[in-house]
Structures are given as structure tokens and as C-alpha cells.
């Protein structure tokens, strides 16, 4: 046991600093055993020294000013969680360049401008840790970067956002339309007023560029990467994948295919019986193929005050035992691995869901399948159905088309055709089936 | 990246010690880069020189002896994957009184020896690390030490044992016998000729013996851990249960309740939504309920070549770097917690599943509700069936009774006076039901 203190300053002390916060202080015994020393929070910088708060830690300095951590030399270890790009870029920047080792929970920033911040770490020989920017409490980092580090990592596929899933989940158990899930999941806190990011894969995007640059040391940019939101499906959808034995899930996957990485966020068809589909409400579950091991899946809370806290804490306990500066050296010396060469998204290969909404008359069927047939399209199975129409007039059908394996630019360029087919209602959705 | 090699011996070349040679000659760069220095595969030591083996290194010395390890100054970590107790504890003491760090994936050995081989450790400025011995591939003794520090554990529910979980599976999946499904483990490898420690729950035991003291401080011995086997299931009691919502899994389960810890590994009746209860086949899966991260749930191979060896290459690597000291320094630190109290298995409460098969007879159903009632337990639902028992005579009829929540020492009375009843034929078979 040491007698000395890892000091620690909070930077943003908003839900998550508040968790943190907490454990440091209602733990402190606890985590002074499992640390070697104490744990010690020496200072908080919030942004309003104004607003009230549900947890005020005795006898800790709160400041509005970053120069009171950067000037402290006291203080080892900043914990930054202040969210955006700008300010966190700012501050994560001057606290490296203070000497300061960092641990963030902000996904958008490590995701953004983790290979500058680790060329700075590295520099300067300092640390920095992110196990909660992805995944919240489910330690998805540490597997990759310590427990699967015998293992080539062959694929990763996720539910990284806990707000779409919910959606997902509920609309299919409640009969409920994507808008009413939406509202509902705003009401209860688990989606933000403007909920883009989430609904339309970009926070799953950011999550899957870390964990695709620790698992195949390749920067797959977030701008690059195949995308599809949630907000194209309907009730009927999911309903109709349910029939067929699925579940729609927003999947975040990166998987090696002989030796090229294919990446995708978007909404997929999962078999039921895997652990993906039966992923329910805001959990996040990841699930790592691992040449040695099979597949692995971690479950848990993807967000929330406590479980990301819970990721924080991790990483503050990492640097008190010197973990933390092991697993950061290895992550560095991973950048010069040969990056994978990525597959183009044309070129991956899926079986597909389609679904178009096409007009109720003689010979629609023919022309749809006709154009299928050209473009080397082999149909699995063929629903139509006109009894269960969410959004269509009453002179519609539905068709459901499950394809055998064809790539994205074949099903694209048939998509195309189709959509510009006079029987077509509007555009049809075409959705990928996880193997 | 240091110009030191780490200098392995591994002791023991079966199945998990040629999946390791194997990972440690075809990863080679990748490890060294992981590793942060080569990872050299120094000396094998086997019993039987004479054996045809399915891998041989190249340029690795194989003796017979253990005294070419322990007189071997360039060897700095022995890699033990000797079964059994007792040549694995000679082994395990003179290599670690040579000045050797220690891993092992025999969970037998740290369950029955775990704290006197950790003293030794700890006396002599050496490591043990031990993630193989539980649950394969899985990485729960990382969670627990690493992942997990910043939370108090409150509940490890796990499937520990992959051929009971094998056998269970079968047996519902394809409405086959206990013996029918056991003898189909056995031909598939997934069961030993002699299946006791398996099916007994004694393996599963042994591995919830080593988590509880790393997750609680507190080391309850196998001997005094509640356990039940899985051989008294018949395939109408996992059929009965399937009808109720539940599916029956061999679980082995620590958790605080008001401060004091249950332990038990039984058969078990889990909701059939839990993740616990769609683990299939030879899967292991441990949950673990932490006060910070919420409900936690890993998932994969708890056996076989390679998740085993990805578990000890893990711990390989952890060494090479630096982190395994660390951590190992913090299990020796945690034991000078205060052990949990220890609830005495009669008083611990579940909600019951009670299975009777009975004479066909007026006032049987009369007899068995009044020693229920008398002894205070609450019935929640009752079924009697006549028209599928498996095991009994025509003569008889099967009753299922669900409880409200009692103690398992109410239930253990009752139960000796409903064996005693001359109308009921051999023993009721009482499992516990999970929350």
C-alpha cells in the first residue's frame, strides 16, 4: 500500500461527473484496497459554479477555471467529461500538455481526434484511457485491449446505442408506431430532445471507429462508413421480420472477410435465438469473434449515471495499480500494425430484406421480380401482403422479398430500378440479414 | 518494445497446453507487438515423452523432467496445465520457490489451494494468475479484478459447467432422456467417461468457490457450499417448467442478502427471458451485479483448446507487459477485507418448484397441502398431470407445485414429512426458483 494519494480532478461534473463523484466518496475504503493507495478527489471544474447540485463531495474545491487543475501540480489524473469536440479538444490537449494523464467518456472526441490526443499522450509520456466512451459500464475496451489480446479479432458486432433500441424494443412489444417510441423514450430520459445522432447511427458510428481502430488497428473515419438510421421503419417491419424469424436491430458491425474489413451501422435482420436479438430496452450488448476464443458477448448498461461511472472508475483504479500505463503502451505500439485494407461497401455481401409498397394490380409482381432477375438477385422468399398496411392506401400492397447472398451494389443498383418502377409507392427499404 | 524476451516453460502439453503453443508460434509478431517484447516458448514438460502429439514446436526443448524448469534461470513464467491437486501442487509450490511467476488454468488447485499457493506468491515477490480456471474463455476473473473495482459486487450467477448445460439443453431440445443425453455428451467429447464431477456440480462449485473470494473477500469451501447435481432431472420436470416459463440450468449463484452471502450451485428454474436461461449447449455464462454497473452479463466457451488457451494467453500477456503484478497485487491486498457473513443455507429464500409423483388415490392432494400449509408455505400454482410421467406406474399421478417464498428450511421440513407420506412414491424433488 502506498501513502501516496493519487489526486484526481473532475472535469465536468455533470451526470456522469456526479457518479464518479460519488463512488470516489462513498467507496473511498474500498477503492483505497483494490487502488494500493488513496483515492483522492482534489478538485471539480464545472462550467456554471451557479447551478445546484444533487451531490456536493465535502471539502472539495469547485472552480470554474481549467488553469486551477492545469496550475495544480499536485494533481496526477483528470477525469474530462465535458461533451462536444471543441472545448473537450481544448481541454484535453492543455491537460496533456500539463502532465496530466486523462481518462474521457467522450466517444465523439476519441472518435474524432484519439490518433492526435495518443500522439500527444505518447510525446509527452503521459496516459490516456476511454473504456466508458463505448459501451457505458460493459467493459468492451479492456476485452479487446487485455482479455482477447491472444486472439485475432475476426468480427465485432453490437448494439452500441441504448436510445434505438429501446425504440426498437418497444415498438415491437407495444404495437407502437417509431413516433410514439421516440416520444416515449424522450419522456423517460433515454432519448435527448434532438435525438439525431442517435436514431440515425452516428453515436453507434463513433463507438464502432474506436473499437475498429483498437480490434484491426485501422481508422475507418465515421464519414466513411456504411449508415442507415432507424427511422425509416415502420411497425410493419418489424412485424414482418418477426414473422420470418428475425429481429431489426441497429447493428454496428466490423468484420474481417477474407482480409478486408467491411463496416456498417444500419438497421439488420438478426435470427432471434442470438443474443443480439434478444437485446431488450436500453441495453447495449457486444459480441467480439476472436480467433482463439468464438465468440464472446458482453451485455449490460450502455449509458446511465452509474454503469459509465462504473467504466470511469475502472480506468482511475488502472492508474492507481500502473495498469493503465501498460495497456496505453500496447495500444500505441498496435498503431504500427498494418491497417486492413477496407472492403468497399459495393462489395459486401449480405442476404437481404426488402420491403416496397407497390400498387394492387395485374402484373406488379412480374415486374418487380423481372428486375430482381437481371440484376443476378436470387429471391429466398416472397410475401405480399394486403391486410396489414400502416402507411399505404387502400390501391396497395406490401411486398416482403428475402433474397439468397448478393452484394450491396447489386442490391443497390436493382433498388435503384425499382424505386423508379411506376407501381412503386415511394422508395423501398432495403435492409441487411446478420448471418 | 523491449529487446527481453519473456521466457515461458510450459508444464502440461494436453489439449489446453498444444492450444497455447500453438497461439504462442503462430501469433508470434502480432503477441510481441501486444506483448511490448518476444514471447518465447522456452521448455515443454510432459509426462509421457513417448506420445504421439498433434502439434510440435520447433526448437523447443521437451523433457519429462520439472527439474529442467526450475534450474533453468532464463525461465520467468511457468505456464501449469497439470490437472488434478496434488502433482499440481508440488509443481505449482517448487516453481514458484525457483523464482518462476505462475499461470494456471486448473481450477481444482486454486479452489483447494488458492490462498496458501497466493502466500507463498506473495512471500516470495511472485504472481499467480489463474483467468483459465474459471469459465474458459470467458474473461470474469478480469472483470471482477479490473473492470468491475469501481462497484461492490452484489450477485455472480453463472452457468458454469458446459456439460451440464450440454446435457440439459439436449434434453429439452430434443426430448431425450438424462442417460440418452449424457451418453451423447460423451461421444461428443463434451463429458468425461466418468461425468461425477461434472453433473454433481462439483466443477461448477469449484469455480464459484474461487470467484466468491475474489468478488466477496470470503472463501467458503466447496465442502460447505450447497450443491445438487443435475441427475435426478427427469425430462418431464424440464418440460413442466418450460410450460411455467422457466428453463432449468445448473446454477451456481453468490449473492448478498442484507449483507450476508448465499452460495449454492442447483438446478434451478430461470424466467426463460433472462439471458441466463437461453444459454445453450456447452455455453457458459456468468452475470455479475455490480452497485455501480447494474446487471453485467459475459458470454461464451467455458471450455475447449483455444477459448481455454486465449484465457491463458491473456494472462501471458498481462505478464509481459507489467499488469499482471499489479493486479495481483490488489487479490493479496483484498484479503485483508473483512470476510462477508455467511447465510446458513436454511435460510435462505426462494420460491420453490416441488415435484411429487403420488398415488392416484382420493385425499392424496389433501395430505400434501397440509403439510405445506402447516409448515407456513403458500402455494402460487398447483398442477397435477396424470397423463405424462415419465417414470412412474400407472397407479400414480405427478404433481407440480410452485411456492410463494420461503426459507429452505421450511421447505426441507416439509419435505421430509411429504417423502415420509405413504402415498408418495420415492422422493419430491425440490429446486429453487430464480428472481
Do not use: W
Not at 474521457?104 to 492526435?116: D, M, Q, V, Y
Not at 412480374?366 to 430482381?372: E, G, Q, S, Y
Amino acid at each position: 500500500m502506498s501513502d501516496t494519494p493519487l489526486n484526481i480532478a473532475l472535469i465536468g461534473f455533470g451526470t456522469v461527473g456526479t457518479g464518479v463523484a460519488r463512488i470516489l466518496t462513498e467507496e473511498h475504503e474500498q477503492l483505497r484496497v483494490r487502488a494500493g493507495r488513496e483515492l483522492r478527489l482534489s478538485r471539480i471544474v464545472v462550467r456554471d459554479l451557479g447551478k445546484t447540485r444533487e451531490f456536493n463531495p465535502a471539502d472539495v474545491p469547485i472552480s470554474s477555471c481549467i488553469d486551477d487543475v492545469l496550475n495544480d501540480d499536485s494533481i496526477d489524473l483528470a477525469v474530462q467529461l465535458v461533451g462536444g469536440t471543441d472545448a473537450a479538444l481544448e481541454y484535453a490537449t492543455r491537460l496533456l500538455g500539463a502532465g496530466k494523464d486523462l481518462i474521457t467518456a467522450n466517444k465523439a472526441l476519441i472518435c474524432a481526434h484519439g490518433p492526435e490526443l495518443f500522439q500527444i499522450a505518447a510525446d509527452g509520456g503521459r496516459t490516456i484511457c476511454f473504456e466508458a466512451a463505448v459501451a457505458g459500464g460493459i467493459p468492451v475496451v479492456n476485452a479487446i485491449t487485455t482479455a482477447l489480446t491472444g486472439n485475432r479479432i475476426e468480427a465485432i458486432e453490437g448494439i452500441l446505442n441504448g436510445t434505438s433500441n429501446f425504440i426498437l424494443t418497444q415498438m415491437l412489444s407495444e404495437n407502437q408506431s417509431y413516433d410514439q417510441s421516440l416520444s416515449l423514450a424522450q419522456e423517460l430520459g433515454y432519448a435527448e430532445a434532438d435525438p439525431t445522432l442517435d436514431v440515425d447511427g452516428t453515436d453507434a458510428a463513433q463507438k464502432l471507429v474506436i473499437l475498429t481502430r483498437l480490434a484491426f488497428s485501422t481508422d475507418v473515419p465515421v464519414g466513411e462508413m456504411s449508415r442507415k438510421g432507424i427511422d425509416e421503419l415502420t411497425l410493419s417491419d418489424l412485424e414482418a421480420a418477426a414473422s420470418l424469424g428475425y429481429r431489426i436491430k441497429l447493428l454496428a458491425m466490423a468484420k474481417l472477410n477474407n482480409g478486408q474489413l467491411e463496416t456498417s451501422v444500419q438497421p439488420t435482420l438478426v435470427p432471434q435465438n442470438r443474443e443480439l436479438a434478444q437485446t431488450q430496452g436500453a441495453d447495449n450488448i457486444v459480441t467480439i469473434t476472436g480467433s482463439a476464443v468464438g465468440r464472446l458477448g458482453l451485455a449490460g448498461a450502455g449509458a446511465g449515471q452509474l454503469p459509465t461511472a462504473s467504466a470511469v472508475m475502472a480506468d482511475v483504479v488502472d492508474f492507481a495499480t500502473g495498469r493503465a500505463i501498460n495497456t496505453f503502451k500496447a495500444v500505441l505500439r498496435s498503431r504500427d500494425q498494418n491497417p486492413v485494407e477496407i472492403l468497399p461497401q459495393d462489395e459486401q455481401k449480405h442476404r437481404f430484406y426488402l420491403r416496397c409498397t407497390v400498387d394492387d394490380r395485374p402484373h406488379v409482381l412480374a415486374d418487380v421480380t423481372d428486375i430482381l432477375g437481371r440484376h443476378g438477385i436470387s429471391i429466398s422468399s416472397l410475401l405480399q401482403d394486403e391486410s396489414r398496411m400502416a402507411t399505404a392506401s387502400d390501391q396497395a400492397a406490401r411486398l416482403i422479398i428475402m433474397t439468397h447472398r448478393v452484394s450491396e451494389g447489386q442490391m443497390r443498383s436493382a433498388d435503384a430500378e425499382l424505386d423508379a418502377l411506376s407501381c412503386v409507392q415511394g422508395n423501398c427499404l432495403r435492409l441487411p440479414v446478420a448471418d
